[in-house]
Every structure is written in structure tokens, then in C-alpha cells.
């Protein structure tokens, strides 16, 4: 095993960072890092907002949900799908290319595309010897971060990514077991397997929380995975996605 795979496998969510800013060279770097990742037909419909204004850590920490490390870390970073400047080389380029950014397809290329590169950018800062956190509670309200960060149309902040220096040891949580996760050629089609694979999963996740907690809880992954998608959240989105002229047609 490579220290390249030793930091994958090594990943877990940090919420508590040391008083200390990233300095210009390890931001660039995880840039850098971001911009080395795949990108579909060369695209690269994304962009990234490094937030380091108190004032604007601290407005967009509200909008998702109160959490108190999007305004305390090393730097802020919020990952955009971002088709804006393909719009502007329609223009450059005397060209129509509405139909094309309007599309369901090139709205999964730019979701795509930033999640990629989102992934490096992670990736990069821990093997620095970071902490990082990806932050969907910006979604909470789009509207009010558009006016935070100025987004124009075409643009969807899409996750913050919180990094820094870790205050707290974290432990790593256990993930779905491999078999249940990569199947050969193709889908799994008996659903027996599945539901079995998922109660031994149960069994570990339950396990886990009952370590950590001394006790205290037994969380099943399928009752909190149950809980949570049975509460309706973010229902705006296709109407916000809509009205910036993405995922249209």
C-alpha cells in the first residue's frame, strides 16, 4: 500500500480546527490540486470561491444550519458548478449554445466535473496533513449564498469544503461492505443477498456507534438512512436550479 492510498482510506470529517489560516501556498496548492482532476470533454464547468472574510464564514456558517466550523478552520472553500463562462464563450464566439447549457446533460457534466475536482482538492489537503469537511448545509438556502458569494446565472454553489488544521481525533467510520458496494458485470439480482449484506452492515454500524458513544446509541445505517430520506428537504432546488438556465431540457 502507497501513502497515496494509506491517506484515502485514512479519511474521516473533522469539525474542529486549530486558530491557524492556511497560508497562500497550501491554498494554491489544493487549487492546483482540484484543477489536475478529470473533467468531461475538457469543460472544466466548475469554480471555486475560497471564503476568508469573518463576516461572510460567519453568514454563510448560519445558512447551513449553525455550524460553527464553516467559520472557524483554515480556509473556506465553496465548490460551484459553474457554466457561466461557457455561456460567455458563446458570446465571445457569435455562437447559440443555450440549448446545450440548458440541458439535463450538461448540468450532470458540470455536477460531475466539480465533484471531481472537489475530491482532488480533499484528497490534496490531507495528505498535507490537513482536516477537511464537506459542508451540503450551504444548500439549505441557495439564494441567500448567491448573494454572499455574487454568483451570476449558470452558477450553483454546490458544497462548501471546510479545511484545516484538526483540533480533535476522529474515528474512522465503517463504510458499506465491498461486496454490497462493487458488483462484476452486473447488478446484483438477488435481492436476498442485498437485504443480508445490509443487515450484516446494521450489525456494524451499530456496533460502531455503541463503542463510541460508551453505550449510549445502537444506530442502524437502514433506520438512520430510513429517518433521513423520510424527511423532505430542500424541495426548492429544481425551481432555484431552473431559474439559473441550468437543467432545463
Not at 474521516?12 to 491554498?27: M, N, W
Not at 440549448?99 to 475536482?117: G, N, P, Q, R
Not at 465503517?174 to 443477498?193: A, C, F, G, I
Request: negative net charge; glycine residues 6%; contains cysteine.
Amino acid at each position: 500500500m502507497n501513502n497515496v492510498i494509506e491517506t484515502i482510506l485514512q479519511h474521516r470529517s473533522v469539525r474542529r480546527f486549530e486558530d491557524k489560516p492556511l497560508d497562500r501556498e497550501q491554498i494554491e496548492m489544493i487549487v492546483k490540486s482540484a484543477q489536475a482532476s478529470s473533467t468531461s470533454s475538457f469543460i472544466q464547468a466548475y469554480s471555486i470561491i475560497g471564503v476568508s472574510d469573518k463576516q461572510k464564514k460567519q453568514r454563510l456558517a448560519e445558512l447551513a444550519g449553525n455550524q460553527s466550523y464553516v467559520a472557524e478552520n483554515g480556509h473556506f472553500f465553496v465548490f460551484c458548478a459553474d457554466l457561466y463562462r461557457h455561456k460567455m464563450i458563446g458570446d465571445l464566439e457569435n455562437a447559440d449554445l443555450s440549448d446545450s447549457l440548458e440541458s439535463t446533460e450538461k448540468f450532470m457534466v458540470a455536477l460531475i466535473d466539480t465533484a471531481l475536482a472537489a475530491q482532488n482538492a480533499a484528497i490534496a489537503a490531507e495528505s498535507m496533513g490537513l482536516g477537511i469537511c464537506y459542508i451540503g448545509g450551504i444548500r439549505n438556502d441557495l439564494e441567500a449564498v448567491k448573494k454572499v458569494l455574487k454568483t451570476p446565472e449558470y452558477v450553483v454553489p454546490l458544497f462548501g469544503l471546510a479545511v484545516g488544521y484538526p483540533d480533535q481525533e476522529t474515528d474512522l467510520k465503517p463504510r458499506l461492505p465491498l461486496e454490497h458496494v462493487y458488483m462484476e458485470n452486473e447488478y446484483e439480482q438477488d435481492q436476498n443477498v442485498l437485504e443480508q449484506q445490509l443487515k450484516e452492515y446494521n450489525k456494524t454500524t451499530s456496533d460502531y456507534y455503541l463503542e463510541r458513544t460508551g453505550g449510549k446509541r445502537a444506530d442502524t445505517w437502514t433506520g438512520q438512512m430510513a429517518m433521513m430520506l423520510g424527511r423532505k428537504s430542500r424541495m426548492y432546488m429544481k425551481e432555484f436550479v431552473e431559474d439559473q438556465h441550468l437543467n432545463k431540457k
